[in-house]
């Protein structure tokens, strides 16, 4: 069954440092996306990216973050200059199989990137 | 501020025991109302999909329910396997921005 990957699973880093965290999303679909969780808390959406572009972003979503495609498969969060208050599961996701046509937000998520920042 | 509160936070149940999970939602235009299963260190994994009141969903033990302000998940004769966190998210718009809720966390007993 096609899944989601996500690379790495865990990474600890200092504040200050960039780090850049991978999803593999599932070949055929059109939308992607990244949640994060902070331990104990609710799953919160940080942006939304079709056609090459951010369809939607949250306020957590700063100058400090920013989404990129940079081949057919690979979708990537980088955060630029991390905080304390950064450390938390972020999530990959994808949907929307090319044809199908809308969006219907039947979201696959990946296993996650647990990120400590220290 | 749209807002999707589930309750309760936690449910202990006997294997066997049937109950209710609840989630209460405020949006001004619901686009979907979904359930997903979390299992510990694990990604969300989709359940359902409910659009408009009245509508129903079943898979296995699981039942999902919707009215215009809230909705159920029923499990039935709960299994051990189901014990894990329940969350219900709501869809507003085309982007698939899901806003989630803080979920309930379900064990089952042998």
């Known amino acids: 069954e096609p899944e989601v990957t996500q690379t790495p699973s865990h990474q600890v880093t200092q504040m200050g440092q960039e780090v850049i965290l991978r999803c593999v999303p599932i070949?055929?679909?059109?939308?992607f996306y990244w949640y994060r969780q902070i331990l104990g808390q609710k799953v919160e959406f940080l942006v939304s990216f079709y056609n090459n572009e951010i369809s939607e972003k949250s306020e957590i979503f700063d100058d400090q973050f920013s989404v990129e495609r940079p081949d057919g498969s690979n979708f990537t969060l980088k955060i630029r200059s991390t905080k304390l208050e950064d450390s938390a599961m972020y999530f990959c996701?994808?949907?929307?199989?090319?044809?199908?046509?809308?969006?219907?937000?039947?979201?696959?998520f990946g296993e996650g990137s647990r990120l400590t920042v220290l | 501020e749209d807002q999707v509160t589930q309750s309760p936070e936690a449910l202990r149940l006997q294997e066997g025991e049937s109950s209710s999970l609840n989630c209460s939602y405020t949006?001004?235009?619901?686009?979907?109302l979904f359930w997903y299963r979390q299992d510990p260190g694990k990604g969300p994994e989709f359940l359902f999909t409910?659009?408009?009141a009245g509508e129903e969903k079943e898979k296995e033990r699981l039942k999902a329910t919707l009215t215009k302000k809230e909705s159920f998940l029923h499990i039935t004769a709960p299994k051990p396997e189901d014990s894990a966190t329940y969350l219900c998210a709501v869809k507003e718009s085309n982007t698939g921005k899901l806003i989630f809720g803080q979920g309930t966390t379900l064990q089952v007993k042998p």
């Open positions: 996701a994808s949907s929307g199989l090319a044809g199908v046509g809308a969006n219907t937000g039947e979201l696959f």
């Open positions: 070949s055929n679909h059109l939308y």
């Open positions: 409910l659009y408009s």
């Open positions: 949006v001004s235009g619901l686009r979907g």
